[in-house]
């Protein structure tokens, strides 16, 4: 994979269902892992079988990948995350008064 010869600090593997972008992914991660980087591969698919790939069970916590130093994986569901972030920069609670209309209501 010629193109990890000089990848950019992130890689992002995108595209429809079944066109290998978990295979891709994996392989990459494993080839930079093997020449020493640090790799984070992270996946927001929530039916991604990144894990069954690395023949470990991830979730929503790094998790190491004994078998490939330097390599570890993640996968987050994206409406926890998100709903998290709002809950931590408080839009939550603006949502909720924005749709009772008791914002802009004048009272």
């Known amino acids: 994979m010629k193109f990890l010869d000089r990848s950019p600090r992130f890689l992002f593997f995108t595209g429809k269902g079944g066109v290998?972008?978990?295979?891709?992914?994996?392989?990459?991660?494993i080839q930079l892992a093997d020449a020493g980087k640090r790799v984070l591969l992270v996946s927001t698919d929530p039916a991604s079988n990144v894990g069954q790939v690395l023949g470990v069970s991830i979730g929503n916590r790094i998790t190491a990948i004994?078998?490939?130093?330097?390599?570890?994986?993640?996968?987050?569901?994206?409406?926890?995350?998100?709903?998290a972030y709002r809950n931590r920069i408080g839009v939550t609670r603006l949502l909720e008064l924005a749709e009772?209309?008791?914002i802009g209501s004048g009272g």
């Open 20 to 29: 290998g972008k978990t295979s891709i992914a994996c392989a990459a991660a």
């Open 66 to 83: 004994a078998a490939v130093p330097n390599l570890a994986a993640l996968k987050i569901d994206p409406q926890t995350a998100a709903q």
């Open 100 to 102: 009772g209309n008791r």
